[in-house]
């Protein structure tokens, strides 16, 4: 079966604070895709990152950087120097050989002014 | 380039009633999923449809369907409503291939009372 657990359910940070929002997932699948989503109040998801698991190169765009670890079954999202307009719903997702994604339950992310 | 639209962006039933949501997808995309948020539940799969088929379905109860067009467009329909189907519905779009990422439309928020 395929999961994804993302086990903060909120986290709230200073702003200028470094914050992992962490994700960690399930499959039998040998080529799968991981991938990060930001849902701001707006509703409306927004893709950031795509990694398939032949490539565990950490990515760093900006202020996020991803740590993707097969060893660990991980795929961590690091904001550093975190900002207001950061504040936001931050979902993990896995898509396997079935098409179908895995959404993680998300973290709230709080950034304090 | 249009992103994904869904209508209406608000609606309130009661139960018994049933209801149709609307989702135009990204021009050339076709690959339209649905997901029902809700803030206990976060993002659960309804269905995926690609070129009118319905390619995978989620655990919901036949009272859930769906359907997409020629051009790619989508309806769902939830009939015999009930309290819990109170939630944000998001439709999202996308090439349909495995690796792509999801395009989101800003949801149809459905109130039952």
């Known amino acids: 079966a395929q999961k994804v657990t993302q086990a903060q359910t909120e986290i709230s940070v200073v702003e200028k604070e470094d914050v992992t929002l962490d994700c960690v997932y399930e499959t039998r699948d040998t080529t799968y895709y991981l991938f990060w989503y930001k849902q701001p109040p707006s509703g409306e998801l927004v893709f950031l990152i795509r990694?398939?698991?032949?490539?565990?190169q950490n990515e760093i765009s900006g202020r996020y950087s991803w740590n993707f670890q097969k060893s660990t079954s991980s795929f961590n999202f690091t904001i550093t120097a975190s900002q207001v307009v950061d504040s936001a719903v931050y979902f993990c997702a896995l898509k396997g050989g079935t098409y179908k994604y895995i959404f993680g339950t998300g973290t709230r992310l709080k950034v304090l002014a | 380039k249009a992103g994904v639209t869904q209508t209406p962006r608000y609606l309130i039933k009661t139960r018994g009633q049933q209801v149709t949501l609307s989702c135009s997808p990204i021009s050339g995309h076709r690959s339209v999923s649905w997901y029902q948020q809700t803030p206990g539940q976060g993002l659960q799969f309804l269905f995926e449809y690609f070129s009118e088929t319905q390619r995978n379905k989620g655990n919901f109860p036949g009272r859930f369907s769906g359907r997409q067009f020629s051009n790619s467009r989508s309806e769902m329909n939830v009939s015999t409503l009930e309290l819990g189907d109170s939630a944000l519905y998001l439709c999202a779009s996308g090439e349909g291939g495995n690796t792509g990422e999801l395009f989101f439309g800003e949801g149809s928020r459905l109130t039952v009372l």
């Open positions: 990694r398939n698991s032949f490539d565990e």
